[in-house]
């Protein structure tokens, strides 16, 4: 069986509301997190190693809320996120307190991930038939026969599935082509429910209505190592542009895989799942995704137990 690792982005863990990692709300009945279920999901799928990006300050509270449980069950190794970690002739900006973003994150399994990988952020559940898809794809013989020089996949979620009932969200509005090849994300703000379906933000910040079954990307990606060689070299390209804020700008994923789309380097497929996306927005979210949880629990979906 071709090897594949699951890579989860969790250097900024439990900063949304405040008090880090150890205050993650327990989703499941034996006080599992969102990042259990992912895992779980995962194996299940036939992924058979995980690499927790993290920070250096963290990893001893990290280990004792989640790595050391999963440790158990499947091999797993660290890598660092470190705002520091920039390349040789950069300085850090004085004043900037975050690291780079996705990006970064994933350049940060450099040496670690040297097999085909999935990607995924900590705190979101994505759902089983999304875990499937990737892992199929990512171990079938289709690399071999790409035409462009890098091959991606993405899972496309639907967009009514990814809402809060809380507040508006922001979202990568994918554009897709008739093969299901993604041609462009736009990222797009103030997408609400309505009575109708879905309205998000237009260009000069009037609410219009969306499309509630567009595709949207939800930080889902994978692909092979030599991609993380891209981050390598396109880090120092990110550091030296003076366009954007050096406090606050971000070296993201979505922006790099358009990078490579406008050059005609790369071709991403789109994956669509059905699954409904569960995530802390809102902390009134949080409710809703502890009942959501229980219910996959009752209906069978997971075991009680998750982790014997």
């Known amino acids: ?46 992924f058979n190693k995980v690499v927790f990006v993290t920070r250096k300050d963290l990893l001893a509270t990290f280990k004792e809320v989640i790595g050391d449980r999963i440790a158990k069950v499947i091999p797993v190794e660290y890598a660092f996120q470190e705002l520091s970690d920039v390349p040789e002739g950069f300085s850090v900006p004085e004043g900037r307190t975050k690291p780079w973003g996705t990006g970064q994150a994933v350049l940060a399994c450099k040496g670690i991930v040297n097999e085909p990988f999935l990607v995924i952020n900590a705190d979101d559940y994505y759902g089983k038939e999304a875990f499937k898809l990737i892992h199929d794809f ?37 554009v897709v082509d008739e093969n299901e090849h993604l041609i462009g994300v736009n990222e797009t703000g103030g997408i609400v429910k309505t009575a109708t379906g879905a309205a998000c933000d237009d260009k000069d910040g009037n609410q219009t209505a969306c499309d509630p079954a ?76 502890q009942a959501g949880f229980r219910k996959m629990t009752e209906d069978g979906v997971y075991p009680e137990k998750l982790w014997n």
């Open 214 to 289: 567009s595709h949207v990307s939800m930080n889902m990606w994978a692909g092979y190592p030599d991609f993380i060689q891209v981050l390598d070299e396109r880090f120092a390209e990110f550091l030296k542009d003076e366009a954007g804020d050096p406090l606050k700008k971000e070296y993201l994923l979505p922006n790099i895989v358009g990078d490579l789309l406008k050059e005609g380097n790369v071709d991403v497929k789109v994956l669509e799942t059905h699954d409904k996306w569960i995530g802390i927005t809102y902390k009134e979210d949080t409710e809703l995704a």
């Open 138 to 174: 990512l171990v079938s013989d289709h690399a071999e026969k790409a035409e462009k020089q890098y091959d991606f996949c993405m899972a496309g979620f639907i967009l009514g599935n990814t809402l809060s009932d809380n507040g508006a969200v922001t979202r990568g509005i994918c």
């Open 1 to 46: 069986m071709k090897s594949t690792t699951l890579v989860i982005m969790a250097a900024g863990m439990g900063s949304r509301f405040g008090g880090g990692i150890k205050q993650l709300e327990a989703m499941g009945p034996n006080g599992e997190i969102i990042m259990d279920y992912s895992i779980y999901d995962a194996i299940e799928a036939g």
